[in-house]
Each structure stands twice: as structure tokens, then as C-alpha cells.
């Protein structure tokens, strides 16, 4: 990948046949000339034809590696293309193209390492009672253990200087599900703003998610339980 932009783009995505054709040509449209690279991770469907054939990259993962996985490399190749402000999109296209200029705009306006679209900033909230209740309580633990306000810590929707992608890159990256983890040691760093932009969710119109509920509830207790042990451990060392 030799390719050079300012702005860039990358999506983890498992079985999204349904959807990662129209999300790629989205961004690529609102955003001529910024690359978007699509981690395929371990897809038995059509996801990586219809993204190559959209225009992206595409990077496919031999076997379903999780989304963690999934984020290192798609962080990693935004930084070898030389991006320096990268955009993390899911590929079943509920994020609405447009709210990146909410996300560009607050990272422009605070000077922030990381900015995280919330869509309680626009006043919408999950459906899922358990997932609503899950949220509420990573709140909760991220503002008691580490001091950080984050209205929406599950948001995948971000945005990431070059800077804070080739940190992150070079620790132990959190596993499962990152991102409230990658928040709280973002902020442990001490050295990284981290901001909020406002955001709205559109429905998913095919597929399905792999966040049941049962997943979902598992989630929470041990994100919960890592970010309390980090914040032990730190205390004790």
C-alpha cells in the first residue's frame, strides 16, 4: 500500500455481504481520494468481492480473529498509508456517512487524540433494555476508576490521530471488545484528550448482529471486571 492521504478509513466487518458494497461507496463518495481499507474477519459470504469491488482495500483474516484483531490491523494499515486521522466505521451501515464531519469538526475544535461518536449526544438510546443497562454501567465505572466522562464507551464509531493509533499499536491492545478498555487506557496515559461528537444511528436494513443478548450481558461483566483489575493493579504497582 503505497498510497498517501490525510483522512482515512477503515471497517472490520464479518459477513456484511448485505451492506459493505453501499457503505464503501458511501465513504468514497462523501470522501474522493481518502483509501478505506475493509478487514475481513474470516467471512464465509461475500464481503470481500463486493468491498474490493467497491474500491477498498481489503484485508482478509484466515479464520474469525475477533474485533480486536480486526482494529489492529485496520489501525496499522491506516498508519502505512500514511493517514493522520483515521476513521473506524462498522460495515453493516449504521453509521451515517455524514456524521463524519461531526467527528472531524470536534477533533478540529478540541484538539483531541481520540473522539468517539455518541448518539446520546443526539438524543437516541438502544433499544435492548440489557444493553441499555450495560452501557449505563461502563459509564459508571469509567468516570469512578479513571475520571472519564464517555456517554457512549461502546461507540465504534471514532476517530483516531496518527499518534494515538501508533501507540495503541504498540501496546498490548485490549481483546474481545475494545473499546471501553481502549478508553480507559487512553486516559491512564494521561497524555490523550479524549472527545465526544454528536451522532445519529441508522437501522440495519440486512444481516444481523453478532451481539446477542447473552453475548451482550458476558461483555459487560468482564469489560467491567478488566477495567476495575487494571485500575488494582495500577493502584498496586
Known amino acids: 500500500m503505497s498510497e498517501s492521504a490525510t483522512l482515512g478509513f477503515f471497517i472490520p466487518c464479518l459477513n456484511e455481504a448485505g451492506s459493505i458494497g453501499r457503505v464503501v461507496a458511501a465513504v468514497r463518495l462523501r470522501f474522493p481520494g481518502s483509501p478505506v481499507v475493509v478487514v475481513d474477519d474470516g467471512s464465509t459470504d461475500d464481503t470481500r468481492r463486493l468491498a474490493l469491488e467497491a474500491g477498498a482495500y481489503c484485508v ?32 453493516d451501515g449504521q453509521h451515517a456517512i455524514s456524521d463524519v464531519d461531526s467527528l472531524i469538526g470536534s477533533w478540529r475544535a478540541s484538539g483531541a487524540e481520540l473522539v468517539t461518536g455518541s448518539r446520546y449526544l443526539n438524543g437516541e438510546s438502544y433499544t435492548s433494555p440489557l444493553r441499555q443497562a450495560g452501557i449505563v454501567v461502563l459509564r459508571f465505572f469509567l ?10 464507551p461502546t461507540s465504534g464509531f471514532r476517530l483516531y490521530t496518527r499518534g494515538t493509533a501508533q501507540w495503541l499499536l504498540r501496546k498490548q491492545y485490549p481483546v474481545d471488545y475494545p473499546e ?5 487506557d487512553l486516559q491512564l496515559a494521561g497524555r490523550f484528550k479524549i472527545a465526544e461528537a454528536p451522532v445519529s444511528t441508522n437501522a440495519r436494513v440486512e444481516g444481523r448482529s453478532s451481539i446477542t443478548p447473552l453475548r451482550s450481558g458476558y461483555f459487560m461483566l468482564k469489560v467491567c471486571g478488566s477495567l476495575l483489575l487494571r485500575r488494582v493493579l495500577l493502584l498496586w504497582s
Do not use: F, K, Q
Not at 468516570?143 to 457512549?152: F, M
Not at 471501553?180 to 480507559?184: I, Q, V
Open 180 to 184: 471501553a478498555e481502549e478508553l480507559a
Open 143 to 152: 468516570r469512578w476508576l479513571y475520571g472519564l466522562r464517555a456517554t457512549d
Open 60 to 91: 482478509r483474516l484466515s479464520s474469525n480473529m475477533g474485533i480486536a484483531t480486526a482494529c489492529m490491523v485496520g489501525l496499522s494499515c491506516c498508519v502505512e498509508l500514511g493517514c493522520e486521522a483515521i476513521i473506524r466505521l462498522d460495515g
